[in-house]
Nanobody, 114 residues
Framework: QVQLVQSGGGLVQPGGSLRLSCAAS????????MSWYRQAPGKERELVAS????????NYADSVKGRFTISRDNAKNTVTLQMNSLKPEDTAVYYC???????WGQGTQVTVSS
């Protein structure tokens, strides 16, 4: 049974930091590209960051470049999104996704507000 269990998130003031984690099981994590998406109220789900399975090549949405960092630990089957210098427009529900198989995490709320 495939599971992607997310943790982290919550409420933070503008300029603050949060760390999201996603623990995977039930598939070959080390062979799957992993991504983080987000969906704000009234907007479509958008890709935030991705990391390849083989060389750990990363890609970021322009809106988060230089502020967010995606990383993975194939030994622990986890993918992490470190979010720094958060802005109110980063407020959304964040989802991790295993690109091989199209599996989604349960989503976690990130709210950036003073």
């Amino acid at each position: 049974q495939v599971q992607l269990v997310q943790s982290g998130g919550g409420l933070v003031q503008p300029g603050g930091s949060l760390r999201l984690s996603c623990a995977a099981s039930g598939f070959t994590f080390s062979r799957s590209a992993m991504s983080w998406y987000r969906q704000a109220p009234g907007k479509e789900r958008e890709l935030v960051a991705s990391i390849s399975w083989q060389f750990g090549i990363t890609n970021y949405a322009d809106s988060v470049k230089g502020r967010f960092t995606i990383s993975r630990d194939n030994a622990k089957n986890t993918v992490t999104l470190q979010m720094n210098s958060l802005k109110p427009e980063d407020t959304a529900v964040y989802y991790c996704k295993a690109e091989q198989g199209g599996y989604w995490g349960q989503g976690t709320q990130v709210t950036v507000s003073s």
